[in-house]
């Protein structure tokens, strides 16, 4: 405010700080404190860098004592930083001048990302926006692949944060604003750089509980899916293959959030012996529907031998017959199931049902052939519904008792009676000489 003679000037600057080209409300009252009129011949705005309108009032008129007149202007400036500009009044009582200072930031509202980004994921870009002046009808639009597009924040004073999620990986975020700053609508557009941290992504983890198998058991195998993402992961496909037999060789989940994890438990049954490989393969989602494969291999060591053996195989000869017995051992760490002992030789077959051997345990069988040659057969389901037998060629050639013949019997019968006869003959002859 200035003041010489009678006259004084002040004025106000709404809003306090605009953009580059946003017009702000100048309001001038100038004041007469004599006692006498003054008369106000013109007013003028002089300035290199602020815009007027209007630049120049040519005739005003008398301004009596303790009156005050009030004038209306708009003011710009596309210069940035602290400008300044001279009103000048001609008057009765001589020139007069105030020094008007506008205030101009290319700054405002100033964005910055407030959350970490990670390589490959759905990211969460969290933001905040801050204006030092009121800014009405304020909407922020990502000018990028995002959920939400945009977001209209009404009014916005100091700090307002919003969220959205990335589908791609950006060198710069780009988004487009609008707003009014006092009467000025503006809109522009700011970028944010950015860097990215590396995903942990998401890890596959197959645990079997024993190391070395033999053929024929099932392992239990521990298949855990670790999300290590920053964002859920969805419709995921989990597929396991290899040279056996699984309980369920194909799994689907809906959803895993973000640092969980989730564990399937699954059955798995070599077929044969040496390294067995087993291929875990999973596919899945990110919230913006971007597929995503990882593979996981894990290999075994299987045993040449079965789970299950036949041992202590007893041969007792018999009348016709061969009676066969011993003992089915179960070397495995899990049941078996449906377990039958067989003895096959031409058409005749003989079966010894088991059933249920528990891990580690043994059982019994007791079966009879009439065969000189025959085969004995192991058959029995593990519990990944994998079928295996096992056989074994017995020769009972010399494990058989002969059958009796008559005819010697016939001989010998006829023998003893003609003996006993010729004994009574010589007993009556003697008595009869005597």
Not at 284 to 296: A, I, R, S, V
Request: one cysteine or more.
């Amino acid at each position: 405010m200035s003041s010489a003679h009678a006259l004084t000037i002040g004025y106000e600057v709404t809003p306090e700080l605009v953009l580059p080209g946003g017009y702000a409300d100048c309001i001038i009252r100038i004041s007469n404190t004599g006692i006498s009129p003054v008369e106000i011949k013109s007013i003028s705005f002089i300035s290199e860098t602020i815009q007027f309108e209007p630049s120049y009032i040519q005739y005003v008129g008398n301004l009596s004592a303790n009156e005050v007149y009030t004038l209306r202007v708009s003011v710009k400036s596309f210069a940035v930083g602290r400008q300044n500009a001279q009103m000048l009044l001609s008057t009765s009582e001589g020139p007069f001048s105030q020094n008007i200072e506008l205030l101009v930031d290319d700054r405002f509202p100033e964005i910055t990302l407030i959350s970490p980004l990670y390589h490959g994921e759905a990211n969460y870009v969290n933001i905040s926006v801050s204006s030092p002046v009121l800014l009405k009808d304020f909407r922020i639009e990502a000018l990028f692949n995002a959920f939400p597009r945009a977001f209209f924040a009404g009014d916005l004073y100091g700090v307002r944060y919003f969220q959205f999620r990335l589908g791609e990986d950006l060198d710069s975020l780009n988004f487009k604003i609008s707003f009014y700053n006092g009467r000025s609508y503006h809109e522009i557009e700011k970028a944010i750089r950015v860097e990215y941290l590396p995903s942990k992504g998401v890890v596959i983890s197959l645990q079997p509980s024993k190391d070395v198998l033999f053929i024929g058991e099932a392992v239990n195998l521990n298949l855990e899916i670790a999300n290590l993402r920053n964002d859920d992961i969805y419709s995921l496909e989990i597929l396991v293959f290899g040279n056996g037999k699984f309980s369920q060789s194909s799994f689907k989940l809906e959803k895993i959030p973000a640092s969980e994890k989730r564990i399937i438990n699954l059955l798995f049954s070599p077929r044969e012996s040496g390294k067995v490989e087993v291929v875990v393969k999973i596919k899945y989602e990110d919230f913006f529907g971007k597929k995503y494969e990882k593979e996981e291999n894990l290999t075994f060591n299987v045993i040449d031998s079965y789970s299950l053996q036949i041992i202590n195989v007893q041969k007792i000869p018999g009348v016709g017959m061969t009676r066969i017995s011993g003992d089915v051992v179960n070397y495995g760490s899990r049941g078996a199931l449906n377990a039958k002992v067989s003895i096959v030789c031409g058409g005749h077959s003989s079966d010894y049902y088991i059933g249920e051997i528990d891990a580690k345990d043994y059982e019994t069988f007791d079966l009879e052939t009439p065969c000189k040659n025959a085969t004995l057969l192991l058959s029995w389901w593990n519990e990944a519904g994998e079928s295996f037998s096992l056989t074994e060629s017995l020769d009972l050639w010399n494990y058989r008792l002969a059958e009796s013949n008559p005819t010697p019997l016939y001989i010998a019968l006829v023998v003893s009676i003609f003996i006993v006869s010729f004994v009574l003959f010589l007993i009556y002859k003697a008595r009869k000489s005597g």
